[in-house]
Antibody, heavy 120, light 112 residues
Framework: QMQLVQSGAEMKKTGSSVKVSCKSY????????LHWVRQAPGQALEWMGW????????NYAQKFQDRVTISRDRSMTTAYMELSSLRFEDTAMYFC?????????????WGQGTMVTVSS | QSVLTQPPSVSGAPGQRVTISCTGS?????????VHWYQQLPGAAPKLLMF???NRPSGVPDRFSGSKSGTSASLAITGLQTEDEADYYC????????????FGTGTTVTVL
């Protein structure tokens, strides 16, 4: 069964960093881009960036350019999203989602989400 | 801040037809990039509902259909059912600012 499984909820202080993992199962992850999307409480979905597992290339939304790093492990089965200099407004559910690697990308498999709570 | 605008809410009685609009611009929907739709049930991750304007993944009932014209796209639900109560988001690629993916503002569907 194809699925993405994310790491557990995190509670962080303002100014710190958080690193969320996303492990793929049931398919060859090499050539399927991995996107990160977040959703603040009661708000819309917001795209953060993607990684191409086969070569590690990344692309980030301008809003997060200076604070986010998306990476993957050598096996290419686990992707990571690290967000630094956390602010209260970074409190959100963070999802990983599978894409195909084109500008026509739709996200056909989603992780269960990881809640990140930022407090002082 | 999303560049795809959706109505905050739509509602209908069981069995009725409702439509959700998604209005973009010349750098996304109007540039002929594919539009996709997601359904998000309360407390759950989004689920791909429609891809490439009007293609349904396996398991999605044919009560759902999509269309696109100019800089807008629409999702229609015919024969509305109580299980359709959810949030719906459109999504597209935008070629401005170096290129990025964008979601709509989201629409809550309520079955009366």
């Amino acid at each position: 069964q194809m699925q993405l499984v994310q790491s557990g909820a995190e509670m962080k202080k303002t100014g710190s960093s958080v690193k969320v993992s996303c492990k793929s199962y049931g398919y060859n992850p090499s050539y399927r881009y991995l996107h990160w999307v977040r959703q603040a409480p009661g708000q819309a979905l917001e795209w953060m960036g993607w990684i191409a597992p086969y070569n590690g290339n990344t692309n980030y939304a301008q809003k997060f350019q200076d604070r986010v790093t998306i990476s993957r492990d050598r096996s290419m089965t686990t992707a990571y999203m690290e967000l630094s200099s956390l602010r209260f407004e970074d409190t959100a559910m963070y999802f990983c989602a599978r894409g195909s690697g084109s500008q026509s990308d739709s996200f056909d498999i989603w992780g269960q989400g990881t809640m990140v709570t930022v407090s002082s | 801040q999303s560049v795809l605008t959706q109505p905050p809410s739509v509602s209908g009685a069981p069995g009725q037809r409702v439509t959700i609009s998604c209005t973009g611009s010349g750098s996304n929907i109007g540039a002929d990039y594919d539009v996709h739709w997601y359904q998000q049930l309360p407390g759950a991750a989004p689920k791909l509902l429609m891809f490439g304007v009007n293609n349904r993944p396996s398991g999605v009932p044919d009560r759902f259909s999509g269309s696109k014209s100019g800089t807008s796209a629409s999702l229609a639900i015919t024969g509305l059912q109580t299980e359709d109560e959810a949030d719906y988001y459109c999504q597209c690629y935008d070629s401005s600012l170096g290129g990025f993916f964008v979601f709509g503002t989201g629409t809550t569907v309520t079955v009366l």
